[in-house]
């Protein structure tokens, strides 16, 4: 198999991840269960994710000289993921997520940002070639803006795909939103940047055609347990979710544009490329963790047989 050519920009982090049976309120201390450390972050998620489902994939980021940094660069190289471009940072610490998962698998994560708040246009500019001779080049927000544009530019300059995951939620200008090819907004995310509260089909569409007349060409609005709308050009479909039992919901947003990506630099067409992904997100929430929980090519492919069989999407 012809392996697609991916490069990340992005975010990594440590998780420090506790599981309990609920996630507590303010003030209040919850006895938790177990106690799990993985290897998280956005960029750093979808590039795992892209590279276990049949992508090439280049993370271009920055990693503190810490122990985090160690092992977040050491998990990085097991998964095949080019770390040639990831700059080793001492003046902050590498980016740690605190998680917590109820018993549905939902969770409440913050996050210390370090060194990702420090990912710079120039750190983007030294992996030119690698993005013009990518297929997609796969963005989100937990590093600068200067940064994520600068990346959009260089990707929209060349005819590689963009694919933004506008996560967390941050105001965006016209000028990053015109050089985005697919743009992935959840449902918050698509509220804060629409003003429309996405509870309906209705809601789903008006939020999305707000969306591509600010610029981008498709807009998929990833629902969780409901699916995910898509929404492009003569194209306006609701594909439900695969149903699965939750462990945990961390990261199902960063393995679905992982997959993503892979599927179109792969040639798929944008509805097969959305169930790709939506089958690869349905995987992962059945495992504990980020990183760990991204799936393999092969395990998406069968899950996906076997879904159609049953007479599933």
């Known amino acids: ?74 998990g990085l190289k097991a998964e095949g993921v080019d770390v040639s471009r990831i700059r080793r940072d001492p003046k902050a610490a590498s980016g740690v997520a605190l998680i917590l998962v109820n018993r549905e698998g939902e969770n409440s994560i913050a996050v210390a940002s370090g060194v990702n708040a420090r990912l710079s246009p120039a750190d983007v500019r030294g ?12 963005l989100q927000l937990e590093t600068p803006l200067p940064t994520v544009r600068t990346a959009a530019r260089l990707a929209a300059a060349n005819d590689v795909l ?24 959840n449902e918050t995310e698509a509220e804060f940047l629409t003003g429309i509260a996405v509870r309906s089909r209705r809601d789903m569409a008006e939020a999305a055609r707000r969306l591509r007349q600010r610029g981008p060409k498709a807009v998929l609005i990833t629902l969780g347990a409901k699916g995910v709308f898509v929404s492009a050009e003569g194209t306006e479909v609701w594909l439900p979710a695969f149903a699965v039992k939750a462990v945990d919901t961390t990261a199902a947003g960063d393995v679905f544009n992982g997959a993503l990506a892979v599927a179109l630099a792969d040639g798929q ?15 992962s929430v059945t495992k504990l963790g980020a990183q760990p929980s991204a799936p393999a090519r092969r395990e998406v492919e069968l899950f996906l047989k076997s879904a159609a069989r049953r007479g599933g999407i």
């Not at 963009?162 to 907004?185: E, G, I, K």
């Open 1 to 74: 198999m012809d392996r697609p050519k991916i490069v990340v920009v992005g975010s990594s982090n440590t998780d420090l991840i506790v599981r309990a049976d609920r996630i507590p309120r303010p003030g209040e201390t919850v006895l938790g269960g177990t106690f799990h450390v993985a290897s998280g972050g956005k960029g750093a998620n979808q590039a795992v994710a892209a590279a276990r489902l049949g992508g090439t994939v280049t993370l271009v980021a920055r990693l503190g000289t810490d122990e985090f940094g160690e092992r977040a660069l050491a």
């Open 127 to 138: 992996a030119s070639a690698e993005i013009a001779s990518a297929r997609a080049v796969l």
């Open 162 to 185: 963009v694919v933004l995951n506008p996560a967390p939620a941050r105001p965006l200008d016209a000028v990053l939103l015109r050089l985005v090819d697919v743009l992935t907004p």
């Open 269 to 283: 067409t944008l509805l097969e490329a959305a169930r790709f992904a939506n089958g690869a997100a349905a995987l």
